[in-house]
């Protein structure tokens, strides 16, 4: 039974159209609609009709919903005395599109003969369409058969989703896995899944080719192959007759990852959306679950790691063999990577230590997707403030082959700092072949993260073996010998002014270039006569320098000593 719009105490007893429905196109072919022409906005006839309202008031506006079919004779769209309203009909057309009516079907002939051409036009502009019905047709007989093909159709798709969900829920209870939640969900609704992290590394996807073509051909997809999840967050992405839709995999008010969906010859319904919700939801649960485990293992993990890296762990073949019932290959050369997340710009608002968290948990993940999917026996480990990789290389292999796999690695891990990632500077050790090695390779590439970070800035990737003389500076733990060492020799240059760094500013160009005052001084924008005489100041501060390669060599080390401060 339908109430008519005509009484606002009745508005609440007013059925609740569904959340999907038929398209309009469908609903004009039932029974009591035969008969019907589109008398203009024929270019909406696929939008989505989930109710049906009667117009008996000129006032509608106030009492239609969304996604509603509205019937009239044309009797309210008549004045009181007789005369034609239907100058009033351009506005009530604009009107009903703008609440979000799907349709206005109006019998011509006994109240109102003709709809304006203003009227017509508006409604083609907008794509809304004007139905006229069958005269003999009655309004019981359409809500009757609309109503009845609305729940046939509602009936079938909760059946369907019902269906999804269950074999989802199995899944999990199984001991499936995402790639299977993701395959299920494409061969039932046959969309293209991928399940990414929430900064949109795949997890896990169920795609052909063709659909990987067509996320690059969108530009979603970087050089490192992260999914740009942020271009799609705000409202899907139009593809042709297709789209791409963004869905938060979540738990608890927090997310765990997203899911994209890629329909290539059709738009998402709302019936298909509510149907990825569901499998959104037991991905949640296989994630939240997955969580849980990993944390525990993740634990357990990192203290061996740790303990390892302390020579605590026990003797070499001890060790090798505990790693190997982690899943781990310790028995081949590897470089230990430090990463660790760049501390915040100035610029940018203090966090909670939950948010902190949720950075390195993300960061981490990132570092053991990357990593496992070249080799999934490669160590990974979150050590709070870093996450430390051990990364196989081929025995024998040249330098520059493990310097550019070691770079490949870290810029699949930055990929291209979309999607909410974080910068993140790393520290790379010399190559080391067997477990005893791996302690001292492990304060290696952390001195390598710390030292580069400060003489690179952020985002920097640096290897042990090519600091040079600060890599010997850097195995000096006491930081006040080195203070104390740099102040002797640079005297008052050492002082935090901006005299004292524009004159070291000078001296280190100096060094740069062998001591040519002519080269420094264009280097400098300075004039001869004026990088002379601040050669002649720098020597009355610091000695000979130009002369006495013993002195040069300390103000060099000093240089270097402050650089790295």
Not at 47 to 65: F, H, Q, R, T, Y
Request: aromatic fraction near 6%.
């Amino acid at each position: 039974m339908v109430t008519s719009a005509n009484d606002p105490t009745e508005q609440a007893q007013q059925l609740t159209p569904p959340t999907y429905g038929l398209p309009l196109s469908v609903v004009l072919r039932v029974g009591a609609l035969h008969g019907s022409v589109v008398l203009a906005g024929g270019g909406g006839v696929d939008g989505v009709v989930a109710g049906l309202n009667v117009m008996e008031v000129p006032d509608i506006l106030s009492w239609v919903k969304p996604h509603e079919l509205l019937l009239t004779t044309g009797f309210p769209l008549v004045s009181a005395g007789g005369e034609s309203a239907t100058d009033t009909l351009p506005e009530l057309v604009r009107g009903l599109h703008e609440a979000g009516v799907t349709a206005f079907g109006i019998k011509l002939g006994r109240y109102l003969d003709t709809i304006s051409r203003e009227a017509l036009a508006v409604a083609d502009s907008l794509g809304f369409p004007i139905i006229g019905l069958p005269d003999q047709v009655a309004f019981d007989d359409i809500l009757k058969e609309v109503y009845a093909e609305l729940n046939a159709f509602q009936t079938t798709v909760l059946e369907q989703i019902d269906a999804l969900h269950a074999a989802l829920t199995m899944i999990v209870l199984e001991g499936g896995d995402l790639d299977q939640i993701a395959a299920e969900v494409a061969q039932v609704l046959t969309f293209g899944i991928v399940i990414t992290s929430t900064d949109g590394r795949e997890r896990a996807s169920a795609l052909t080719q063709a659909q990987r073509d067509a996320l690059a051909a969108a530009d979603l997809v970087d050089e490192t192959g992260r999914i740009r999840v942020e271009r799609v967050r705000l409202a899907p992405l139009l593809l042709g007759d297709g789209e791409v839709r963004l869905l938060h995999v979540a738990a608890s008010g927090t997310e765990l990852a997203r899911m994209l969906v890629l329909s290539q010859d059709r738009r998402l319904s709302p019936s298909d959306v509510y149907a990825l919700e569901r499998a959104a939801t037991v991905a949640a649960l296989l994630i939240t679950s997955q969580q849980a485990v990993n944390a525990v293992e993740g634990k357990y993990r990192g203290d061996f790691l740790r303990d390892v890296f302390q020579s605590r762990a026990g003797s070499e073949d001890y060790v090798s063999e505990h790693a190997a019932g982690l899943g781990w290959d310790l028995n081949r050369p590897v470089v230990v990577v430090v990463a660790q997340l760049d501390p915040l710009t100035a610029d940018e608002e203090p966090v909670s230590g939950r948010t902190r968290r949720s950075w390195q948990e993300r960061f981490a993940a990132a570092w053991r997707q990357v990593a496992e999917s070249q080799d999934r026996t490669t160590p990974v480990a979150d050590f709070s403030a870093e996450v430390v990789t051990l990364l196989p290389v081929v025995d024998g292999a040249d330098d520059d082959a493990v310097l550019a796999y070691v770079r490949r690695t870290v810029a699949a891990v930055r990929g291209d700092q979309g999607g909410g990632r974080r910068s993140f500077s790393a520290g790379i050790s010399r190559v080391v072949t067997d477990v005893g090695a791996l302690p001292e390779a492990y304060a290696h590439a952390r001195k390598a993260v710390d030292v580069g970070r400060k003489m690179k800035g952020r985002g920097s990737t640096t290897f042990f073996d090519q600091l040079g003389i600060r890599r010997l500076l850097s195995l000096i733990d006491d930081e006040r010998e080195l203070t104390a060492f740099a102040h002797e020799v640079l005297g008052t240059l050492a002082a935090e002014t901006a005299t004292a760094a524009d004159l070291r500013g000078t001296l280190q160009v100096l060094l740069d270039t062998n001591l040519n005052v002519a080269e420094a001084a264009r280097l400098q924008h300075f004039h001869y006569n004026t990088m002379r005489y601040r050669v002649t100041k720098l020597e009355n501060l610091l000695g000979p320098f130009t002369t006495d390669p013993h002195i040069r060599l300390d103000v060099a080390v000093a240089l270097q000593i402050l650089h790295m401060g």
